[in-house]
């Protein structure tokens, strides 16, 4: 086995980040967690959704009904169940009576092209489709089964009483495949486990109401969902497939969330639109791209400490890998640092064979309970980035993140961008986040976003998105600034101003609809 070296320093700065170890139910699945929550309070509420509520004793009742209806179609434990339902009380009904099957599910929207879910059905293997969209699905996917999600009042079945190995895989999200093909990412029982109990960075407990606003295609909704429901605690379903602040606010207020997630974008959008959107909320975690100090500023100076984590983690390792309390920004703060590693996680920082000492950076990465078993029928991805290696004299099973970072000296762990950010052009080697951040520190720049983008004549050239604050705001001025700040090489030659940046599904920066956008215009 290959063994990673390490100095004194490396490895007493390791040793000391990731004594996380915290007691959690790893022996135990998530219907049985959830069964425990119906045993202590039954009427209590679990899930709402607009006027729509749950108890826990209906919400299992309901499960039970549909888990049968799946078994009756042949769905048998291991078996992937693809799901495919509005967001709704119906929503959560579906995940768990795929649970309960011993199954797991595999999300996915109907809106997305046929030839894109065949392949991911292909690849899951998924014969069964659980929706509350029958006729549309029907003979759409043949031979898959399509079967139904509502149940009626009356509706009632035992539960499946399925034993179930809390290794056995809870679900599979797809993520963007750089080759062209999506990649199925599984993640188990105990990872979900790992992620809701015992955590550092929210209040998960029986008083927990979370809100529920992630597509369930995007790993933030582990969190969103299982945190309370595995607690005891409520999940709000946001009502609307389109964000507004001021429903939003009324959604929060109304139904008082103690704890909320949103990605990066959005939080900066929130912040910049109506602030007091987030006034009510006990605990705003953000995360999923680079942060803005301009936007973590507002936070601070209207929410105050205590409220705001900065949370960060690839879907490999369940959602979440660290988090860090923003209480306070330093003087001369740069950069936010994405933290320590939550409960019964381990971040090592490597350079080729190394430990980084803390001020050397090196790729992240990931270990513990939290990590994916492996991509869905990759097997070179795999060798790739899931590694085994001889850390301190202990075997230990790496996630390779492809993210770059460095421990300071007190062990916090710092973003320093992608190991792929970093671009070559005419011989340059570019940090786009590094252009990215000095454009974030004017005065006049509200968001940006640089990326690379290809000539006519297939050169690469740097290209900034800007949204600014007011008509003042120019190219040439910001190729000004940027040139007292940057090397000419990585001034982008492609300034470009639009009214806002687009949004993807999962609430970060689409890029190919920002490059595509008519309305965004060179000044």
């Known amino acids: 086995m290959d063994r990673l070296h390490a100095g004194d320093a490396a490895r007493e700065a390791h040793r000391r980040i990731n004594r996380t170890t915290a007691p959690y139910p790893a022996d135990q699945s998530v219907p049985a ?22 108890t826990y004793r209906e919400l299992d009742r ?10 009756a179609h042949g769905t048998r434990p291991g078996d992937p169940v693809g799901v495919c339902v509005r967001r709704s009380t119906d929503l959560v009904v579906a995940l768990l009576a795929v649970l309960k099957c011993g199954a797991h599910y595999v999300p996915f929207e109907a809106s997305w092209p046929d030839g894109r879910l065949t392949g991911l059905f292909e690849q899951a293997g998924v014969g069964v489709l659980l929706t509350d969209r029958v006729e549309e699905l029907t003979g759409r996917f043949p031979p898959a089964k399509v079967v139904a999600v509502a149940t009626a009042p009356g509706d009632d079945a035992p539960d499946p009483g399925i034993g179930i190995d809390p290794g056995a895989l809870a679900y599979v999200n797809f993520t963007s495949g750089s080759t062209g093909r999506p990649k199925g990412v599984p993640i188990a029982h105990r990872g979900v486990t790992r992620l809701v109990f015992g955590a550092r960075y929210a209040d998960l407990d029986s008083g927990a109401v979370v809100l529920h606003m992630a597509p369930v295609t995007f790993d933030a909704a582990t969190f969103e969902i299982w945190g309370p429901l595995l607690h005891g605690g409520v999940c709000v379903l946001y009502p609307s497939e389109r964000l507004r602040c001021s429903e939003l606010r009324t959604v929060l207020a109304g139904h008082g969330v103690t704890v909320v997630f949103l990605t990066t974008a959005l939080f900066n959008t929130i912040l910049d639109e109506a602030p007091d959107t987030l006034d009510s909320v006990r ?46 920004l330093g003087p001369g703060e740069e ?40 991509y869905l029928a990759a097997p070179e991805l795999n060798r790739d980035r899931f590694i085994v290696r001889d850390v301190d004299g202990v075997p230990e099973r790496l996630y390779r993140t492809g993210d770059r970072g460095a421990l300071r000296e007190d062990g916090v762990l710092m973003f320093h961008g992608r190991v792929d950010d970093q671009v070559k052009i005419n011989g340059y080697r570019i940090e786009l986040g590094e252009i990215s951040y000095h454009l974030g520190r004017h005065r006049d720049v509200r968001q940006n976003y640089v990326t ?21 705001c120019t190219p040439a001025g ?23 940046l687009p949004l993807s599904p999962t609430g970060k920066v689409d890029r190919r609809a920002l490059l595509a956008t008519a309305g965004a215009q060179s000044r």
Request: with cysteine.
């Open 33 to 54: 967690l959830f069964a425990r929550q119906v045993a202590r309070s039954p009427e209590s509420t679990a899930v709402v959704h607009g006027r729509d509520r749950l």
């Open 62 to 71: 309901a499960a039970n009904v549909v888990a049968a209806r799946l078994a």
């Open 283 to 328: 605990t705003v975690l953000t995360g999923g791209e680079a942060h803005s100090l301009r936007h973590i500023g507002a936070a601070l100076a209207r929410y105050g400490p205590g409220r705001l984590v900065s949370v960060y983690g690839p879907t490999e390792c369940t959602t979440f890998a660290t988090f860090h309390p923003v209480d306070a």
């Open 335 to 374: 950069s936010l640092p994405i933290g320590l590693p939550i409960q019964n996680t381990r971040v090592y920082v490597v350079d080729g064979d190394e430990l980084c000492a803390p001020g050397r950076a090196g790729e992240i990465l990931l270990a513990g309970p939290g990590l994916s078993p492996g």
């Open 452 to 472: 690379v983008v290809e000539t006519a004549a297939g050169e690469k050239s740097l290209a900034a998105f800007v949204v600014a604050e007011g008509p003042q």
């Open 478 to 500: 910001l190729r000004d600034y940027l040139s007292e700040l940057l090397p000419g090489y990585m001034v982008p030659g492609q300034i470009r101003f639009c009214a806002e």
